[in-house]
């Protein structure tokens, strides 16, 4: 098992490497630089002005030595200076990290027990209007735009019948502290983590159906059934439990993407998260802030492949044995 | 639209009465204003952009304000002389000022702020500072400019956008860009810098040490940081906050947000800016390049219907180079009022053969796309085709450094005075690929170069006056550039919100007058 480990971190390095080198290309090819953005917001840039900057950020220098400084960096795990913001990258990150993790972990959740529950439901009412209700239900989450289901909850639940907070992490300003504070992040993680995770809803309440029918076709609930059980018992204890293998694949690849946090969601409910820091440093090619969230994004995938890995080899005796 | 306007004017009215009655001003309270993009950075001397501008005008401060009419007013500085040849500047300081960090504001910091620290980091003061032979500090409190020649713009360069005071003790000798204390900004402005979340808010609480006695008013200011322009609509109608600075809602969303209750908006204080729009007309090739075809882009806009469809009302038609806010703006020039069939007429005599053309939008937003499929409209219209090109703010900023474009929209301050913020679109020296911010459409006209030289060096109003009617004329005739709108941006706020904008940078210049009536 140590062996096992010891490779796919070798591996994972080697794919981090090349996922940075790849963007590193892909972000340079579009058009503009930071310099130039940062000079367009001070209103009144010359030619010179511009290239004074590029020579401080380093962009003056060729692209592969400007890559070797990157890698160099983070090999040293560097993840350099935010042009923009003016602060290290790995600072700006981490700051933003927990807030992210919040959101996309609640919408995870919310869309997992949600979505498995919905798909148990219609399975078991298969061709009836209760499945149809659900499959149409979850089907328009999946497909309306999400930016517009979140306006349209905070016009709703914040702005008609004043419930819930529209935006925002925390009251500004409340100053509240201990469980006081930890409800008024409650309160404001409702709308947001609900709406991302109405959206992902979908699809595990397709997966859920798809593969409760599929297994409830399998010769051994037939056994179950022949041999008296009552519908409850096979439908949880034999059905269910193998239904949930695909749910549970899908699920670790989607924990893998909770760090790439929901642009979106972020941006319109202003979650102060990586999401939106993301689409920031987009706009502003900020290279090295890019470049720092695409690195720990692509970590976190590494990181949850390799546990869901190693607990398939715990779990199931057959992945063992095959390798 | 009309019923809009006079709600909107009835609106100015009641603003404009309110202020006139106004009681004592009432200390305490917490302003909540919206950020918008979060800044950079609130150190006013490295990042000139406008978020930080506006936060960071309450931290630090400049020698001068000015009111709307534009003439100077104390801040830093008491009183100021200028000498009769206009070549030397003596500014006579406040005796009482403190930084932040209970360290006295002397000249000295002065002389460090304009002649070091702002000539390596603040490109827009650096060209200004040419013209300045020597900045001297005779005493603790007064300080002397002596320029090499007279420069007619001088005096209205002391705003604290242009040149903020900067911390002598706490930047000497350091690598500014880089000093930590950057992230914890030290200033003598009425507000003191206390707190800032990333992608959350911005908190500055009152300066107690504050040289003005009695002020600031307001206990405490936080600063909203919301990306979205619908929830940032949705932040002041849930009372969130309580001031949308100008641009932070969408366009559409105006008219609704300033029908609510207690709700007052205004379009002042952007006088020093003068925010002027206009298309760049690619003068050196393709059809842009014939005057013919220039002059008919001018009668094919419809801006009277861009200005009241797009902008609300506010705003008015750019008929001139110069912004009416601005000094030495003209009528007296050459107009062009929508006419479509002027507009045909004038592509037939330069025999247009309808090759198509590229139209840049300016990427900041849904109503610069709305005004780019209108004016398209407008020009086929007069069998002009159009293709609009879409762009992100990074992507739009190469092409035009690059001259790749044939109109392209864009909009750009002229702060107070020709010198300052219109010669550089015009004049043949400031051709120069990289740049956005220089003359980038080519035009080059020997006439309007010396023009603008001697108008900026003349030495009386009445002179330069002059001078620039005549090259405002002349350019008029010539359409280097599409003219589009003065723009109006609104600022909305909550009525009992008072003294909010007072001079002519607005919410700019801080809120050491702003009070909330109970």
């Known amino acids: 098992m140590l062996r ?26 579009a058009p503009g630089d930071p310099a130039a953005v940062l000079a367009g917001e001070a209103g009144a840039a010359d030619a010179q002005f511009i290239e004074q900057l590029r020579e401080r950020f380093g962009l003056d220098k060729p692209l592969l030595t400007q890559l070797g400084i990157y890698l160099g960096g983070v090999l040293q795990l560097d993840l350099g200076y935010s042009y923009r913001q003016q602060m290290p990258v790995a600072d700006l990150i981490f700051a933003r990290l927990p807030a992210t993790l919040l959101l996309t972990l609640t919408a995870f959740v919310i869309a997992l027990v949600l ?3 919905a798909g ?69 993680l ?76 972020e941006t319109v409910f202003a979650w102060p998260g990586i999401g939106r820091l993301m689409f920031e440093a987009l706009a502003q090619r900020d290279y090295n802030l890019l470049l720092g969230i695409f690195f720990v994004s692509a970590a976190m995938v590494l990181l949850f492949n390799l546990i869901t890995d190693i607990l398939y080899r715990v779990v199931d005796p057959r992945i063992r044995v095959a390798s | 639209m009309k019923a809009m306007l006079k709600r909107l004017s009835l609106l100015a009215a009641a603003l404009f009465i309110s202020t006139a009655l106004h009681a004592e001003p009432v200390t305490g309270g917490r302003a909540n204003v919206v950020i918008q993009p979060e800044p950079p950075s609130l150190m006013v001397g490295l990042v000139q952009n406008g978020p930080t501008q506006m936060v960071a005008g309450n931290i630090y401060e400049g020698l001068l304000r000015y009111d709307t009419d534009l003439k100077p007013m104390p801040q830093l500085a008491t009183s100021w002389e200028v000498s009769e040849d206009g070549l030397t500047y003596t500014f006579h300081l406040h005796e009482n000022v403190k930084w932040h960090d209970g360290e006295p504001f002397t000249a000295a910091d002065v002389v460090f702020s304009a002649d070091v620290f702002l000539r390596e980091t603040h490109p827009r003061l650096r060209a200004s500072l040419e013209h300045v032979e020597e900045i001297s500090a005779p005493d603790d409190h007064t300080v002397v ?7 007619g713009p001088f005096i209205g360069i002391f705003e604290v ?17 880089n000093n930590p204390a950057n992230n914890t900004p030290i200033g003598t402005g009425p507000f003191k810098f206390a707190e800032w979340e990333k992608g959350s808010h911005i908190l500055l609480t009152k300066n107690e040490d504050y040289y003005e006695e009695g002020k600031p008013y307001l206990d405490e200011i936080y600063w909203h940081v919301i990306p979205d322009a619908a ?15 100008g641009g932070s809602i969408e366009n559409f969303d105006v008219q609704r947000i300033a029908g609510m209750e207690n709700t007052c908006i205004t379009d002042k204080g952007w006088e020093y800016f003068g925010p002027h729009s206009w298309m760049w007309l690619n003068n050196r090739e393709g059809p842009t390049s014939d005057v013919r075809f ?55 005599e330069m025999g247009y053969d309808g090759a198509p053309v590229r139209l840049l939008p300016l990427p900041y937003g849904e109503t610069w796309q709305r005004w780019a499929e209108a004016v398209k409209q407008n020009l086929d219209e007069v069998g002009i085709e159009v293709e609009i090109v879409a762009t992100d703010v990074a992507g739009w900023n190469q092409k035009l450094a690059e001259w790749d474009y044939d109109i392209a929209f864009t909009y750009l301050y002229q702060y107070g005075d020709p010198a300052l913020g219109v010669a550089r679109t015009y004049v043949s020296t400031n051709i120069a690929k990289g740049s956005q911010w220089n003359n980038v459409e080519g035009y080059v006209n020997e006439d309007v170069d010396a023009l603008f030289d001697q108008a900026a060096v003349a030495v009386t109003p009445e002179e330069r006056q002059e001078l620039y009617t005549k090259v405002q004329q002349v350019l008029t005739d010539e359409v280097p550039v599409a003219w589009l709108l003065e723009l109006g941006f609104p600022t909305i706020y909550r009525c009992n919100v008072k003294d909010l904008v007072t001079t002519a940078i607005g919410v700019n210049d801080g809120f050491k007058d702003a009070y909330i009536e109970k």
Request: charged share 15%.
């Open chain 2, 231 to 245: 929830s940032r609509a949705v932040a002041y109608e849930t009372g969130v906050v309580d001031v949308l600075p």
């Open chain 2, 294 to 348: 220039r002059k008919a882009v001018m009668y094919a806009m419809d801006r009277e219907f861009a200005r009241d469809a797009l902008w609300n009302g506010l705003g008015k038609i750019a008929n001139s180079p110069v912004s009416s806010s601005t000094r030495f703006h003209t009528d007296d020039v050459t107009e062009y009022a929508y006419d479509p069939d002027k507009a045909r007429a004038l592509l037939e």
């Open chain 1, 190 to 265: 409702i709308l947001p983590a609900t709406t991302l995770g109405l959206f992902f809803m979908a699809v595990y309440m397709r997966m859920t159906r798809a593969s409760m029918l599929e297994v409830s076709r399998l010769d051994f609930v037939k056994t179950a059934r022949a041999k008296g059980l009552k519908p409850g018992i096979i439908q949880r204890r034999h059905i269910f439990r193998n239904a949930m293998l695909p749910v549970v694949t899908l699920a670790g690849l989607q924990a893998g993407q909770l760090v790439g946090g929901a642009v979106l969601t």
């Open chain 1, 115 to 117: 979505g498995t529950l």
């Open chain 2, 161 to 177: 956008g242009t040149m903020p005071m900067i911390p002598k003790h706490i930047y000497e000798g350091t690598d500014f860009a």
């Open chain 1, 120 to 188: 148990v439901l219609a399975s078991a009412r298969v061709g009836k209007w209760s499945d149809t209700v659900i499959s149409t239900l979850a089907l328009l989450f999946y497909a309306t735009p999400l930016f517009w289901v979140a306006l349209m909850a905070v016009l709703v639940f914040s702005v008609f019948l004043n419930w819930l907070p529209g935006f925002g992490y925390e009251t500004v300003g409340a100053n509240h502290t201990g469980f006081r504070r930890a409800l008024d992040i409650a309160q404001h």
């Open chain 2, 145 to 151: 400019f002596k320029l090499k020649q007279p420069f």
């Open chain 1, 4 to 29: 096992f480990i010891l490779m796919r971190l070798v591996k994972a390095a080697i794919i981090l490497i090349a996922i940075l080198t790849l963007n590193f290309f892909l972000i340079h090819a």
